[in-house]
């Protein structure tokens, strides 16, 4: 069965520094990763995804995000956070050989920026 | 401008009573979905449909229907049934149900019980 965990249900980081929220995952086969932002009361927003080649990819928003296979995971990053990254951010997974299934979402981590 | 519109932005259900949600898509995408996001567990997938007049249960879809008449057309029809109905309510859409693609979402419908 596939699934995704995000061990986070916060977290907070100041103006100018860097940033991480961790995802990491499990599918019987290869993975295809996204990741999504939520600002309150609105719909999720695309950020990025890993589909396959270079295990670092970028996104919106000077996010990136970096596959690692041996350690099933697929972490979110900024190098510099800024105040309005503040928001919920969602990752999702897809086994790359069941075409046809719906993204399985992570519970979501509430990313908090002081100024 | 593209996109997938929801409506209402909010709506209340009396107890007995089913509602119905919109969800339109102008972006010619194939595959629709309905999530529940309640506070602290993520989205819940409730019914999806891959083209038109076709649509499979997902993992929560007791005490609610849907219909795919239309490929723009995806409404959820949240039943008497459904004991606890107070949620956020999300549509989306992709090109197809292929794996690689990214769902594109609405801005969602709050549900409450009056």
Redesign the interface.
Known sequence: AQSVAQPE?QVNVAEGNPLTVKCTYSVSGNP?L?W?VQYP??????LL?Y?TGDNLVKGSYGFEAEFNKSQTSFHLKKPSALVSDSALY?CAV??????????I????TTLSVSS | DGGITQSPKYLFRKEGQNVTLSCEQNLNHDAMYWYRQDPGQGLRLIYYSQIVNDFQKGDIAEGYSVSREKKESFPLTVTSAQKNPTAFYLCASSITNLSNQPQHFGDGTRLSIL
Do not use: E, H, P
């Not at chain 1, 009361?41 to 695309?46: A, C, E, I, V």
């Not at chain 1, 069941?98 to 993204?103: K, V």
């Not at chain 1, 979402?105 to 979501?108: M, P, Q, V």
């Open positions: 249900d295809y996204f999504y009361n609105r719909g999720l927003q695309f995804k589909i969602f897809r086994d790359m050989n069941q075409a046809g299934t719906a993204l979402f992570g519970k979501g």
